[in-house]
């Protein structure tokens, strides 16, 4: 044979062998890599058709678009954009999507009759001789051609000027006038106490503007501003009292200045004081790996567990739309309140919406710190993103991104602002191991379809979670987190006051939370009552034994009438059951019901006679149930936060003893809890504890539980084997899970 014919099959025979070998050793598990799990990490998908859902979805890039191009040419030539006006200058501040009525959205949804025109709602900011802001309604989208002008309808007349949240010219403009003009009157002062160097200090502003119904004035603490720090914690003890309520900026001016707990009339007067021999504490530049730097104190470890699902999600996304084989709902994202969603359970209504609303904190020491914050005026929706895979979401959680339109006359996208997933608790859902007479197991681990978005609100970070369980129950929760804010500790024991001490010269001050929720629900239809049940223990004589007496727990049952027993002020206790129920019965009898729960301590809310409470009065109620009406849609308004004295509308309002029987029920709920800030507390406050919300929990909603048809419940007897996989289908796991999760790679775009 000819050699380079026989060296041919040789290198043939040595390659085969080689191959058969890789195969071998890979089928094996001989191969150092693991084969690949066939699921992908699920991604949200654009809408394919205008469905149902869609009616609550929020608005598409191309619908900003359309909006913004029409308003452009409506508004005329003037327009100038929002990230450059002045107040004297036209705008358009913000467009979200207007909701449609719900007549004309369930006359669609349930009987088939057209969809509502699908609109927008404008804020446009005026300029003439006395500012003021309009509230417009643009439609019908895709292809506006039309604006109507709701602010009377909305507010009782055109809304002025100092209401709404400061543009970010105005901002910058005030910050820009401290450095120019004030901070040059106190440069010894500055530079010898605080180390400022013209870039050191950062300006962190109160809420609301001034006393009193029309002012501008705002009070400013300056904080040290090292780069990867933040400047929360550093506080340097001074505060300014900014006028800027004229439209020139040159005539703004401080008023007053507070320092180490005395006030002065502005810096020129502390420059002189300092020169007389002033007592100063000198406040040195924190270091960039201190105690409120949230880089790591020790080396890279192992990471997190990871939570991932080898045969893909069960659930998909499209545009809004989550279906799951229990649930399919439509989630919003409202530039000012939030999320929301619109819900189905197997098909049938349950709540026609869920709803954040509004959420305030209030509390301190110092000028600044003493005000009230509703961080809706802030935007709850626009300050979501930036959802961090493997931290803030599982990292197979899907991502969705949102645009808006806020601040600025361009569409901003935030990348992964909401994230979608499914929770696994490490708890059974429900679990029987029985022991008595046949011997069998049965149980169900439970999980939960999750729909998160996480707002940024200055220092706090709120994680706003609905969460969709097998059972029927909705959940609201909301974690704090985030870093505290601070003032100078500059009164020694007496400011242990207010709050705790927690570095060298900074006080954590106490402040409260509330949060406030709509639950809008639809139980077979829109005739539903309120009804509370508790127990009472009778004595009765035991029967078969009648010189002995019993206490047995006996059921009290009342509807609810009226509004006014429907209002539950806090500190008052509820009844153990309270539900809305329907006219309807299950298979045994008992009207359809969904049960309400809060989860929170006992709040704590502003006196009565503060003449800001008015525009809280939402705070006054653990739990209230009024009539439904479009007019009383939401509880709070983004322009009370600078005009907190007068409110268009006060939630208190809306209770005035209607009748709640067979009526369109809307329960509203607050959750809050008090936060006495510690040492703990740095450089972040933590989840754990910080948590408050609500349950909605079917009450013979149905004829059984419903999560037994889920398909991941396992059953197996005595004398089965439960190694088997089609016996227990948890034995599968083994198999199914013997692979490397296909991840994508990490991706994080907000910066």
């Known amino acids: 044979m000819n050699l380079k014919v026989l060296l041919a099959f040789l290198a043939l025979f040595l390659i085969t062998i080689f191959t058969l070998a890789h195969v071998l050793l890979t089928?094996?598990?001989?191969?150092?890599?693991?084969?690949?799990?066939?699921?992908?990490?699920?991604?949200?998908?654009?809408?394919?058709?205008?469905?149902?859902?869609?009616?609550?979805?929020?608005?598409?890039?191309?619908?900003?678009?359309?909006?913004?191009?029409?308003?452009?040419?409506?508004?005329?030539?003037?327009?100038?954009?929002?990230?450059?006006?002045?107040?004297?200058?036209?705008?358009?501040?913000?467009?979200?999507?207007?909701?449609?009525?719900?007549?004309?959205?369930?006359?669609?949804l349930d009987r088939g009759s057209p969809p509502p025109a699908r609109e927008a709602l404008a804020i446009i900011f005026g300029g003439q001789a006395q500012p003021n802001l309009s509230e417009l309604v643009v439609g019908p989208l895709p292809r506006p051609s039309y604006v109507r002008d709701v602010t009377k309808?909305?507010?009782?007349?055109?809304?002025?000027?100092?209401?709404?949240?400061?543009?970010?010219?105005?901002?910058?403009?005030?910050?820009?006038?401290?450095?120019?003009?004030?901070?040059?009157?106190?440069?010894?002062?500055?530079?010898?106490?605080?180390?400022?160097?013209?870039?050191?200090?950062?300006?962190?502003?109160?809420?609301?503007?001034g006393l009193r119904s029309g002012d501008r004035v705002t009070w400013i603490g300056l904080y040290h501003n090292i780069s990867g720090v933040g400047v929360f914690l550093h506080p340097v003890g001074l505060e300014l009292l900014l006028y800027h309520r004229a439209l020139d900026p040159s005539q703004w001016a401080v008023q007053q200045v507070f320092y180490l707990g005395q006030y002065y009339a502005d810096l020129g007067q502390l420059e002189w004081e300092l020169k007389a021999g002033l007592e100063v504490v000198r406040v040195p530049l924190p270091s960039p790996n201190g105690a409120s730097s949230l880089r790591s104190r020790v080396s890279p470890g192992p990471l997190v567990q990871l939570q991932f699902l080898p045969l893909g999600s069960q659930y998909s996304v499209q545009g809004n739309l989550v279906v799951s084989s229990f649930w399919s709902f439509t989630f919003g994202h409202g530039v000012y309140s939030g999320m929301r969603i619109f819900d189905r359970f197997k098909g049938e209504r349950v709540a026609y919406e869920v709803s954040v609303q509004e959420l305030s904190v209030y509390g301190g020491e110092s000028?600044?710190?003493?005000?009230?914050?509703?961080?809706?005026?802030?935007?709850?929706?626009?300050?979501?993103?930036?959802?961090?895979?493997?931290?803030?979401c599982p990292y197979q959680a899907t991502m969705v991104d949102i645009h808006i339109l806020v601040g600025k006359g361009t569409i901003q996208v935030l990348p992964g602002a909401v994230c979608v997933f499914e929770e696994a608790k490490g708890l059974p859902l429900r679990r029987h191991h029985n022991l008595i007479e046949s011997l069998f197991y049965g149980g169900l681990a439970s999980s939960a379809l999750v729909v998160r978005s996480v707002s940024s609100v200055g220092n706090y970070d709120y994680i706003w979670d609905f969460v969709l369980h097998p059972n029927g129950a909705i959940e609201g929760r909301v974690h704090a987190t985030g870093c505290i804010n601070t003032a100078f500790l500059?009164?020694?024991?007496?400011?242990?006051?207010?709050?705790?001490?927690?570095?060298?010269q900074v006080l954590g001050t106490v402040h409260t939370h509330a949060f406030h929720f709509k639950l809008d629900l639809d139980l077979a239809g829109l005739k539903n009552w309120v009804v509370a049940e508790d127990v009472v223990f009778k004595p009765v004589a035991a029967p078969w034994s009648p010189e002995h007496q019993l206490y047995r727990?006996?059921?009290?049952?009342?509807?609810?009438?009226?509004?006014?027993?429907?209002?539950?002020?806090?500190?008052?206790l509820l009844p153990h059951y309270l539900y809305l129920a329907s006219n309807q019965t299950n298979a045994w009898g008992h009207q359809h019901g969904y049960r309400i729960q809060i989860h929170s301590p006992l709040g704590i809310h502003m006196p009565l006679e503060s003449d800001m409470e008015k525009a809280l009065s939402w705070e006054r109620y653990q739990l209230a149930v009024t009539q439904r009406k479009?007019?009383?849609?939401?509880?709070?308004?983004?322009?009370?936060?600078?005009?907190?004295?007068?409110?268009?509308?006060?939630?208190?309002?809306?209770?005035?003893?209607?009748?709640?029987?067979?009526?369109?029920?809307?329960?509203?709920?607050?959750?809050?809890?008090?936060?006495?800030?510690?040492?703990e507390n740095v450089p972040n406050t933590v989840t754990v504890?910080?948590?408050?919300?609500?349950?909605?929990?079917?009450?013979?909603?149905?004829?059984?539980?419903?999560?037994?048809?889920?398909?991941?419940?396992?059953?197996?007897?005595?004398?089965?084997?439960?190694?088997?996989?089609?016996?227990?289908?948890?034995?599968?796991?083994?198999?199914l899970a013997a692979c490397a999760p296909d991840l994508p790679p990490f991706s994080f775009q907000d910066f």
């Open 367 to 392: 000028p600044k710190t003493m005000m009230t914050y509703l961080d809706s005026s802030y935007g709850l929706g626009r300050n979501s993103q930036g959802l961090v895979w493997g931290v803030d």
């Open 553 to 572: 727990p006996q059921l009290t049952r009342q509807v609810l009438e009226r509004e006014d027993l429907t209002a539950f002020s806090l500190g008052v």
């Open 630 to 679: 479009e007019e009383e849609s939401q509880s709070s308004s983004i322009y009370y936060q600078n005009d907190i004295w007068t409110p268009t509308m006060a939630f208190a309002d809306f209770i005035n003893n209607e009748a709640l029987l067979g009526e369109d029920l809307v329960a509203w709920v607050t959750a809050s809890f008090l936060h006495i800030r510690h040492a």
């Open 153 to 209: 309808e909305h507010h009782g007349g055109p809304l002025p000027y100092h209401q709404p949240p400061p543009l970010a010219t105005e901002y910058a403009q005030m910050w820009r006038h401290l450095k120019e003009v004030e901070f040059r009157k106190a440069p010894i002062f500055l530079a010898s106490v605080f180390n400022y160097n013209g870039s050191t200090l950062a300006s962190l502003h109160a809420t609301h503007c």
């Open 27 to 108: 089928s094996q598990g001989g191969s150092s890599q693991p084969p690949r799990c066939p699921s992908i990490t699920p991604s949200a998908q654009p809408w394919r058709q205008a469905g149902r859902s869609q009616l609550f979805a929020d608005l598409s890039q191309e619908e900003l678009t359309a909006v913004m191009s029409f308003l452009t040419q409506y508004l005329g030539p003037g327009l100038v954009d929002a990230a450059q006006a002045r107040p004297s200058d036209n705008c358009v501040f913000s467009v979200e999507l207007q909701l449609p009525s719900k007549a004309a959205a369930l006359a669609h």
């Open 490 to 504: 500059s009164r020694g024991e007496e400011s242990h006051l207010f709050g705790n001490r927690v570095g060298e």
């Open 689 to 735: 504890g910080n948590s408050v919300g609500f349950l909605l929990r079917p009450y013979n909603f149905f004829d059984e539980d419903p999560s037994i048809f889920s398909p991941g419940s396992i059953y197996f007897e005595k004398g089965q084997n439960a190694g088997h996989c089609s016996v227990n289908p948890v034995a599968c796991i083994p198999q």
